[in-house]
């Protein structure tokens, strides 16, 4: 090894639970050697289960070789082989565990099943230096509001329908301008806010009856007042959601991870709640917000650390693997 201590260990993490293929490398003493990261962008319309398997088992090879010439380690000097177990899709899911079985058994390491929501956390700790926040996922796929308690990080509230980002994504698309970002640049010229239906139960969130709700005005009023009215509508009650989450917990870190973490209006709402709260805002970096190998390789060193690893036969994926079914046992030992 020439990048690191003997006593260092070093897992690689492969991310394999939607349109990501990512592989990353990283070491016990908190630092990410390599984050190597494709994605399948799909011709027209949504992601199509099989189709993003066969792209992932497409650049597999070509990005585990990327990643180790990037960390400038070998295979050999590998401590475990971490992959995203679950929540995903199941064909996509198989191809990352497939390929993480396969080196486990190749080097004779330990297999540890990791789960992706977790790690979209784990990594943003690490990232921040934020210790115990109260989480907001939000992304393409989920929308999740969470926070550690005894031993599990714990869902306080969560979507009943689409994820906020999808919700976003699917009207930027049907109104012609393109998926998130674009009905966010879209607001910033807006003037006038239009009400949506706005649906929030305690600390859950509903999207589908303001996604089409929009959706009905397309054309009928004007396009930049209506992502205005739809984006605002969307990050509100999400920071009504977390406002909530924040006082039933007492915590003062707020942590926000997830592809739509990167959004700077939520951002700055969240920030405006935050200070009544005396609470510290979070961003995971961009590099890290979205998918990414390096974030299952973390997490894998955590449960490495923690004793969380699996045999073969444990190893089958989770398509609906959630949170609260992940123990998060490292956090018990100050990680
Ligand atoms: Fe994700």
């Not at 993490?13 to 990512?22: L, N, P, Q, V, Y």
């Not at 907001?136 to 969560?158: K, P, Q, S």
């Amino acid at each position: 090894m020439t990048t690191s201590s003997r006593d260092e260990k070093l897992v690689l993490g492969i991310e394999s639970t939607a349109h990501t293929f990512g592989v990353g490398i990283a070491s016990s003493a908190g630092r990410i050697l390599a984050n190597v990261n494709y994605v399948y962008a799909p011709k027209a319309g949504g992601i199509h289960p099989r189709e993003a398997a066969q792209h992932h088992g497409r650049v597999a090879a070509r990005a585990l070789k990327e990643t180790f010439e990037k960390a400038g380690v070998r295979p050999k000097d590998i401590d475990g082989v971490a992959f995203s177990m679950g929540p995903g899709m199941g064909p996509c899911l198989r191809v990352g565990a497939t390929v993480a079985r396969a080196i486990a058994l190749k080097l004779g390491k330990p297999l540890i099943g990791v789960n992706h929501s977790v790690a979209h956390i784990e990594i943003g700790r690490l990232m921040t230096g934020c210790r115990d926040p109260v989480i907001l996922y939000v992304a393409g796929g989920n929308t999740m509001i969470a926070g550690y308690i005894d031993g599990r990080y714990r869902v306080f509230g969560e979507t009943l329908d689409i994820a906020a980002g999808n919700c976003l994504d699917v009207f930027g698309i049907k109104a012609g301008i393109g998926p998130m970002p674009a009905p966010e640049e879209y607001a910033r010229r807006g003037e006038k806010f239009h009400p949506l239906p706005y649906r929030v139960k305690g600390m859950d969130v509903s999207f589908s009856g303001l996604l089409t709700a929009a959706l009905k005005l397309i054309g009928s009023i004007k396009l930049e007042d209506l992502c205005l009215s739809i984006t605002e509508t969307v990050y509100s009650m999400l920071t009504e959601t977390l406002e909530r989450a924040l006082a039933y917990t007492e915590k003062k870190e707020i942590l926000l991870v997830g592809g739509l973490a990167r959004s700077r209006r939520l951002r700055e709402m969240i920030e405006e709640m935050a200070r009544l709260h005396g609470a510290r805002v979070y961003c995971a970096p961009p590099e890290y917000a979205g998918d990414n190998g390096a974030m299952i390789a973390w997490t894998g060193v955590l449960q490495l650390i923690a004793g969380q690893t699996l045999s073969i036969e444990e190893s089958r994926v989770k398509p609906r693997f959630r949170m609260d079914e992940a123990e998060a046992r490292w956090r018990e030992l100050g990680l």
